[in-house]
């Protein structure tokens, strides 16, 4: 009874004596720091005019309109995160932004300027129309002619002999974009949710969105919604079991919980601090709904399934951007509000990455299927960086962002050159088909073979510096084992990288081999970003290790 | 003064660089041009050189250091350069006889098409050899030593059409491998004992570290010198060697790299004087193989072969010199200049013989040769009387000193190497007798020229001069041009006074004392005792020389000869001891370890690939393409991950 009471008085004795005592006040308008959101503000608007350019431009002059509002409003988007980076808000001036819904500091920064990057890179392969032979005519791109359509149906066919191509793909990106930058700076846990639900949403109608195989791409899109509809669901189950223990949704406010360090403690507080298996269980249900963004085992069986359904400019970009956006998210929370209970979540964390490590690496080996090769080499990866996640020190911090931005760039070049390697039926995404690819496409196959070796953390590429930074944090706060498993499974994950290299470069070609298409510069631009990003953050990573460095500082 | 130093190697390096690079263009000049830079760098040394005669004994020695290397933590390599009195003297041997050799080498080298290219190495062997002896550190003498060695292997394998010399550059750099393991090792050794490489730390602490440490340290770096300087065991190179042009026999196999070893034992002297069994080993290899090379020599029908025995034994003397410490190691320094300048004048000899006789190497079908070639036959008797040790030569002054030098070492040790010193003294004077009258003298034994692919045929002499004789003629021998016949008189003059400038005053002593110190041997017989038995062996080695030579006609097919004349003409079976012991023994090592390989290596690591993949066939079943069990999944993963925090919390 005197518990129900306690919980009473929190809901109502101060609120309502407050509201009582202020009676004549109105609710204060909030203070929005616009100028500082104004990278998330930029693609929101630049997604908002994409939808009206959808809705008021004929279709024949969409995809041009589309293609340049993205562009342009990504750029303006990075231009604004490099401003405001410029203006110390990384460092000095980093603070809590939005009535403490959203942090301005450096690894919110770091990671939108990356997200947004990956986002560029990406629209240009969304853009990419000169892969697929044209269709009566017209240039077609990835996407399906009308997603409504019943696939194989009338109304697929009139709309494939209409010429019409999905440019809603570009505002779905920009709504995508916007989410994710939310994503790893937000600062409490409802707009946590709100940008977790932003960024995802969009994401399931793209998977839906391929042009080819379409059965397969809406069971993707099928299984993705369901399984990300569960995950969040536990997710928001956590959130409000951590404000049943905590009383507040912000980070700072939960963390100050979690230390004891409150100024004021009401009894109410006192009495559900004294049951931590709230804060746990709710820590944990969060845990798990980012888990299973970043696709950590056990939380992974959805990734093979989506990579390898969804078109392959959107599983590029998804592999990209929403690994960086949910691991931001993850650190914020691991280093801001639980750092009080590492004692906790860390053991239980370092399960999650050892198996994530091994799932990742030992499944990959008997795929057939490059993305789905693909998909379980970016579980194996996420089981690395949570490696570094796990290290707890700023280090951790700085090796988990400088692995973000190369492992990112990595992914994009190689579902980039996915991409490009067709048969008839499209992309051949068998690798049986791959044989000999390097005998008849030498530049392709050896792109292809640099990102393989990125992927394998081999020397003077952009994988072995990140792989190192990230394996000297964890074994330097104790992670030792961690390590080890790391670089077992690292041994275990170069043997299908290099499985691939070899059948590229040593096997007879098979006669009824794909060809290689040739790529608009968009294709070529990114794949050459790629490589670029690739080999520069290998041969020469201490600079932007710095830079990750320099931006390793949570704002709280 | 000090930044001279570096340009004293960046010229021959610049100018290996420019040659190797430059492509056809620099053919014309290229060989001027290599020729000139290293006069350049001999100009650098003798400026260096007046400098440092002008400054007090004590002070002569110049540091500098040029840039920091490697620097890693607590492991600091720099490239420091240091320049003393023994660093000097080996600076002007090497500049000195290298730019004499370069001007030879216009003429002899003067109708193959890849004289530019030849000229490019000898420059970088140049570059290299002064990098070895003025470095202030073990690593970069040990940068310059590779240097000297891939020079070395490509100056032999420069003919590299025939396969003998093919072989034989594999052979010397297989055989230095060996060699620079050992100073790779005892570098380590330096850095784990002493925490750096630098010689003044290394050798001014050397007295602090234990007697064990020093010696394995000294006999590392005595393998090291074993294998440059071909000594016992690692001397089976230096024959095959001469397949190289004869330039090179006499700049890099006769003057300067192959002494490299003694330079080494010389400079790492505080480390041998810590370490006596070290030291032991030392005189030990160098009296056998002073024994070991004049015995090849004797046997050797090849002239450049019983050069290259004579070098052989002749470092073994130098070596038995350091080996025996500060009562040696000027002698052994001294020895080694007044032989680079007969050696090398020796060989030059030997190339012009060679150039006028349509590349025949075969002593019995030479004789009578004074009478063509009036210059040669001068320059090679003024080198011939010096490494004899013909009184008042260079030879007699060195020679005379080490022996002495051998015998105040003392004891039972000390006789039993001032023995083997003279007995080497005598058999040099046989052996060196014999090349002399088999080559100027008796009856004219000369055949037709040999055909181009016989092995030893040395393709520079194939059309020289008028080129009227070929194959199947009968040579017409004939004096050498000038550029060839001057640096083989300069060279003969140095074979005749320096030993003299060197003595006169003990001017060579007090030169090199500061560095290596001295210090006069407590000798149980007197030095006038000393000189009258060099004599005494000398004029026994010639007459018996006369006697089998000189007053008989020399048979052109040579006899079949003793057990003994056999094993020499075989090197005394060194290739075959080697092959029985080293080659069969890796042959059966080799097999042992790749069966080793096959079944349990592979065996491992097969097994752990087919145990990877039947694990990743059977994970992947779970991955059934149901999402209910996918959800199933991850509902049963986050009750564990619950579950598994609040266990974390219980315990």
């Not at chain 1, 006040?25 to 608007?45: N, T």
């Not at chain 2, 130093?5 to 100018?15: E, N, Q």
């Not at chain 2, 000038?482 to 002593?509: E, H, Q």
Request: hydrophobic share 55%.
């Amino acid at each position: 009874m005197s518990r129900a009471a306690a919980v009473h008085s929190l809901w109502t004795d101060s609120s309502v004596s407050a509201v009582l005592a202020d009676a004549p006040r109105k609710i204060p308008a909030p203070h929005i720091e616009y100028a500082q959101l104004s990278p998330v503000l930029i693609v929101l608007g630049a997604a908002v005019v994409a939808v009206l350019a959808e809705a008021f431009l004929p279709r024949r002059s969409r995809h041009l309109a589309q293609v340049a509002i993205t562009v342009v409003g990504l750029a303006a988007a990075f231009a604004a995160v490099v401003a405001l980076a410029a203006k110390g808000y990384a460092t000095g001036k980093a603070h809590v932004a939005a009535m403490g819904a959203v942090a301005v500091d450096g690894p919110a920064l770091f990671l939108q300027g990356t997200i947004l990057l990956v986002a560029l890179v990406a629209a240009l392969g969304f853009a990419e129309r000169r892969l697929d032979p044209a269709a009566h005519g017209r240039p077609v791109d990835s996407f399906a002619a009308q997603g409504a359509a019943v696939p194989g149906g009338d109304a697929e066919q009139e709309a494939v002999k209409a010429g019409w191509t999905t440019s809603e793909v570009f505002p779905l990106l920009l709504f995508a974009v916007a989410g994710m930058l939310v994503f790893p700076a937000a600062d409490d846990l409802l707009t946590l949710f709100v940008a977790l639900e932003v960024f995802s949403l969009p994401l399931y109608v793209l998977c839906a969105l391929a042009r080819r195989k379409r059965l397969l791409s809406q069971e993707a899109a099928v299984k993705y919604f369901l399984l990300g509809a569960f995950s969040s669901a536990i997710l928001l189950f956590g959130v409000a079991l951590l404000y049943g223990y905590a009383g507040t949704v912000t980070y700072s406010g939960i963390a100050d919980v979690v230390n004891g360090t409150v100024r004021t403690v009401s009894p109410a507080l006192a009495s559900s601090t004294g049951n931590d298996a709230l804060l746990l269980i709710g820590g944990a249900m969060v845990l798990m709904g980012l888990l299973f963004k970043v696709g950590a085992a056990p939380f992974h069986m959805w990734t093979p399934d989506v990579y390898q359904g969804a078109p392959t400019p959107v599983t590029g970009f998804m592999a990209a951007a929403t690994k960086v956006a949910a691991f931001g998210a993850l650190l914020r929370l691991l280093y801001v509000v639980l750092p009080g209970l590492r004692w906790d979540w860390r053991p239980v964390m370092w399960g999650v990455a050892i198996l994530t490590m091994l799932v990742g690496a030992i499944v990959a080996i008997t795929q057939t299927d490059v993305k789905r090769l693909l998909a379980y080499s970016s579980i194996a990866h996420a089981g690395f960086i949570l490696a570094g996640v796990i290290a707890i020190s700023p280090d951790g911090v700085s090796s988990v962002l400088f692995y973000l931005a190369a492992y990112s760039f990595v992914t994009l070049g190689a579902f980039a050159v996915v991409t490009l390697v067709r048969d008839a039926g499209g992309e051949a995404t068998q690798l049986s088909k791959w044989a000999g690819l390097g005998r008849r496409s030498p530049l392709v196959a050896a792109v292809f073979a640099v990102f393989l070796l990125a992927f394998a953390g081999i020397p003077l590429t952009s994988g072995f510096a990140g792989k190192f930074a990230v394996f000297k944090a964890a074994a330097a706060s104790g992670g030792a084992p961690l390590v080890i498993v790391g670089v077992v499974s690292s041994a275990i994950a170069a043997f299908f990288y290099v499985r691939v290299i070899v059948l590229m470069f040593f096997n007879e070609p098979r006669a009824d081999g794909p060809t290689v298409a040739v790529p608009s510069p968009l294709t070529s631009v990114a794949i050459g970003v790629g490589v670029v990003v690739t080999l520069v953050l290998g041969v020469a990573p201490q600079y932007f290790l710095d830079l990750a460095g320099d931006a390793g500082v949570f704002v709280r | 003064m000090e930044n001279l130093i570096g340009l004293l190697v960046l010229a021959p390096l610049l100018g290996a660089g420019i040659l190797l690079c430059g492509g056809r263009a620099l053919d014309r000049v290229g060989h001027w041009l290599g020729t000139l830079l290293a006069a350049v760098s001999f100009a650098l040394g003798a400026v260096l050189f007046a400098d440092m005669l002008g400054r007090d004994a004590e002070d002569r020695a110049l540091d500098v250091t040029v840039f920091q290397w490697v620097p890693v933590g607590g492991f600091r390599a720099d490239v420091g350069f240091h320049l003393d009195q023994l660093s000097m003297t080996f600076v002007l041997l090497i500049t000195g006889v290298g730019t004499l050799i370069h001007l030879y080498s216009v003429g002899y080298m003067e109708h193959d098409e890849r004289r530019r290219r030849f000229f490019g190495y000898l420059n970088l062997f140049l570059a290299a050899m002064l990098l070895l002896v003025v470095a202030d550190n073990y690593l970069l003498l040990y940068v310059g030593w590779e240097g000297v060695g891939l020079a070395s292997y490509l100056l032999i394998g420069f003919w590299q059409h025939k396969p003998s010399a093919a072989t034989a550059a594999k052979k010397a750099f297989l055989v230095n491998r060996v060699g620079d393991v050992g100073l790779s090792i005892a570098i380590m050794l330096m850095f784990t004992t002493f925490g750096t490489f630098a010689f003044d730390p290394v050798l001014g602490d050397a007295d602090r570290a234990g007697e064990g440490k020093l010696t394995a340290i000294g006999l590392m770096l005595l393998l090291a010198a074993c294998g440059k300087s071909a000594q016992v065991p690692l001397q089976s190179w230096l024959g095959d060697a001469m397949e190289g042009p004869t330039p090179v026999s006499a700049l890099i196999h006769a003057a300067t790299m192959v002494t490299a070893g003694v330079y080494l034992i010389t400079r790492s002297g505080a480390i041998f004087e810590g370490a006596p069994d070290a030291q032991l080993a030392v005189v030990t290899v160098g009296a056998v193989t002073l024994l070991f090379g004049a015995i090849v020599g004797c046997a050797k029908d090849d002239i450049k072969k019983a050069l290259a025995g004579s070098t052989m034994s002749q470092i073994g003397y130098m070596v038995l010199a350091a080996g025996l410490g500060p009562i040696g190691y000027v002698f052994a320094i001294m020895h080694l200049v007044t032989h680079g300048f007969f050696k090398a004048g020796l060989f030059l000899g030997a190339g012009s013989v060679m150039h006028g006789m349509n590349d025949e190497v075969d002593m019995r079908r030479y004789g009578g040769l004074w009478r063509y070639m009036p210059v040669t036959f001068v320059t090679f008797g003024l080198g011939y009387l010096a490494i004899i040790g013909f009184p008042g030569l260079s030879g007699f002054f060195s020679k005379d000193k080490i022996i002495e030098a051998a015998f105040a070492k003392g004891g039972t040790e000390g006789w039993i190497l001032g023995g083997t010193a003279l007995l080497g003294a005598a058999i040099t004077a046989y052996y060196m007798t014999r090349v002399m009258i088999m080559t100027f003298f008796g009856e004219k034994r000369w055949a037709p020229a040999p055909s181009p692919d016989r092995p030893s045929a040395e393709p520079a002499a194939e059309k020289h001069g008028d080129g009227t004789h070929g194959a199947g003629e009968l040579p017409h021998p004939h004096e050498s041009p000038k550029s060839m016949t001057i640096p083989m008189i300069l060279l003969a003059v140095g074979s005749v006074f320096a030993g003299g400038l060197f003595t006169l005053n003990d001017t060579f002593l007090k030169w090199l004392e500061p560095v290596t110190g001295h210090e006069e041997g407590d000798s149980p017989v007197s030095a006038l005792t000393v000189t009258g038995a060099t004599m005494a062996v000398l004029v026994v080695g010639v007459a018996l020389a006369w006697a089998q030579y000189g007053r008989k006609p020399v048979p052109v097919t040579p006899p079949r000869g003793s057990l003994l004349t056999r094993a020499a003409r075989r090197d005394l079976l060194q290739d075959d001891f080697n092959h029985i012991v080293l080659v069969r023994g890796g042959e059966q090592l080799t097999r042992g370890l790749e069966a080793i390989d096959r079944t349990v290596v592979d065996g491992a690591v097969n097994g752990t690939a087919v145990t990877v993949g039947g694990l990743s066939g059977r994970m992947r079943r779970l991955q059934n393409g149901y999402a209910r069990s996918y959800a199933v999944s991850m509902f049963g993963g986050a009750a564990v991950l619950i579950a598994a925090t609040l266990l974390m919390r219980a315990v």
